[in-house]
Each structure stands twice: as C-alpha cells, then as structure tokens.
C-alpha cells in the first residue's frame, strides 16, 4: 500500500503480522524501526511491507519463502534491535507467520469507477 | 493485541489482513468500521482483530478455518458495507487470506523482565 503500490507474486508467499504496544521508553525507536524497513526491503526474498502506529502498531512484511524469513531473523542488526525492542521498546508484541493462500485489491480509477483486479 | 489480550488456539488458523487508503469520502466509514468489527466479533470461528489506521490503514483479523472466513463474506450487512466501500470509501485496497503457521509473543512483565511466551 505504499506507493508505488506493489505487485506480489502468484500465492503462496508469506505474511509476517508483527503487532505491538510501546513503553514510554521509546528513544531511538522511530529510527531503528525505519532503519529496519529500509535493511528488510533490501533482502533476497522481501516482496513488501506495510506498517502503521496508533497506539497499536500493526507491521505486515511480505516474503517470498520461509527460508528468506529465517534469513533476515539471522541479520546482526536486525538481531540487535529485536533485542533492544525487548529490553526497552516493547510493553507488548505478537507475531503470527502466515502462508498467503490468495491476494486480490481494488483500485480506485481516474474515472471513479470501481473496477476489480486478478484475484489470486 | 487489543485488550484483553486474546488467546490463540494452535496453528493452523487463518489470518485475513486487510490494508486500504480512503477516499475523502468518509461519511458514515468510522461508524460501518465499527459495526463491522461488533458484527465480525460475534461470527462462529472469530478469534481476534487488530485495526490500525493512520493515514494507510491495516485491519488483521483471525479466524478459526476458511469456512468462517466465508460465512462472515456472506453476512448480509457486511456485504452491503463492502459494496459501499468500493462505491464511496476506499481509493484502494488489498486483501491477503493467509494461513498462520505459529504464532509467538512478548509480554513485559510488572517486574520489567522480559519474557517469552510459548512459540505455537
């Protein structure tokens, strides 16, 4: 859903669901986490990533295969600030790995009109 | 992740995540969002959801088996809301159906210790 939007393969790939809640204690959070996106995004196998915080934050990154998963679990830094994201950051997280079994949108025309897109 | 925390059955369950951009547009969208959510809580096989919006929203929601997952499509009110959505609502959105193979989680306890829970 960040722009550009991107295009996913043919199902199945995977779904890491990373939610959380913070502690107050949040220095250098804001910018570990971006720089975590930024090293995810340049892994073998990383296909997207969503994140948005309210309070609650909901993170989905998108993979092509469980081996490019448990490769990025094994990245030092990546290592690192998990680490730090259990000693200071995190009051509370829950992580669901998932298989994608489908994938389908909707974009909204430049003519308004609603139109669907290939299902998976 | 909203509270309370809810508990998980073992994998495999499924994972519906639902990511969008809305349109200017909204009248009567915050309202549907909960009615949906109050609705989809009370369909047989729910088992959570976490609803994210700033700006891009995400909403997960988590589901015993596929067939809950269809039933709640042909909720007759949650078609109609889904029908608006595409009409008035939402300048895009993804949907990705996806089967949860583990699940694991972080809880800060009252000590500050961090510890792990149990790996699904």
Redesign the interface.
Known sequence: ??SP?RTFPEPPY??V?F???L?DDTYDYGETARRMVELASRQPGFLGV?S???????T?S?WRDEASIAAWRQDAEHTLARETG??RW???????????????????TSSDE?TDEARG
Not at 52 to 58: E, L, M, P, T
């Open positions: 859903m960040q939007r995977y779904a669901v939610t959380s809640r502690t969503d948005v915080r309210d309070g609650v934050g909901i989905v998108y259990r000693k995190y009051e509370e997280f829950e992580v669901h790995v998932a298989e994608v079994k489908r994938h389908y949108g909707f974009r909204r609603a």
